[in-house]
């Protein structure tokens, strides 16, 4: 079966200081993966997607970056940290296909001080 | 593009009272729509979803949703909520017929008052 790993669970970093999120997918191949973001009341918001290995598509403009050096894995990034980074980020995995659903890792609150 | 709406932000039961969450999608062509459950503390799940045929959908843990094309709605329903309910729920369906990615709505934070 397929299992999703988003690491870490919590994080809480300066202003100005890099990010580094990291998310694996287990049981499976060439899935596409994606972040997200979630705020209170504005439901998740898409950050980033790849279809495939080096293959990102940004969906905002913002202070972070998305790579995906393996086929099952995703790193979302930021050179310097803005205090409006703080949020709850979350990778999601799934076949692509109009009829897949997607699956989620556990999440990383992230809070920016 | 696609975009589904959510327009329940916040909804407060009592256990045993019936829940009918709102979610509409706004394009008519072939729809595809799931709902998802966040409990609190823990990951995103599937509760639900519809591709095509029956247009009432069942779910786990009793819920069900009826995909309604005339109204573009795909509403979210249980007939007696518990406590343990308490969640947020979020709609969501592919954004474009490439299927790559899926767009949610604002999500609904349901509580129910034991």
């Known amino acids: 079966s397929q299992t999703i790993h988003q690491w870490p669970a919590t994080l809480v970093q300066p202003v100005g200081s890099p990010l580094s999120l990291e998310c694996t997918v287990e049981g499976t191949s060439n899935p596409n993966l994606y972040w997200y973001r979630q705020a209170a009341g504005r439901g998740l918001q898409l950050l980033f997607y790849s279809v495939g290995i080096g293959q990102i598509s940004s969906e905002v403009p913002q202070n972070l970056s998305a790579s995906r050096p393996q086929d099952r894995q995703f790193i979302l990034s930021s050179k310097k940290l803005l205090l409006s980074d703080s949020g709850f980020y979350l990778c999601?995995?799934?076949?692509?296909?109009?009829?897949?659903?997607?699956?989620f890792g556990q999440g990383t609150r992230l809070t920016v001080v | 593009a696609q975009s589904v709406s959510q327009h329940n932000h916040h909804v407060i039961l009592s256990e045993a009272a019936s829940l009918e969450l709102g979610c509409n999608y706004s394009y008519g062509g072939t729809v595809n729509l799931f709902w998802y459950v966040q409990y609190p503390g823990q990951h995103l799940q599937l509760l639900l979803k519809y591709f095509s045929g029956d247009p009432l959908v069942k779910g786990i843990k009793g819920f069900e949703a009826e995909f309604i094309k005339s109204k573009f709605s795909f509403n979210l329903r249980k007939p007696s909520v518990q406590w343990s309910d308490t969640a947020e729920y979020f709609c969501?369906?592919?954004?474009?017929?490439?299927?790559?990615?899926?767009?949610f709505g604002g999500g609904t934070r349901l509580m129910v008052k034991p």
């Open positions: 969501a369906a592919p954004r474009d017929n490439a299927g790559n990615m899926l767009t």
């Open positions: 999601a995995w799934r076949w692509t296909g109009v009829n897949t659903e997607a699956f």
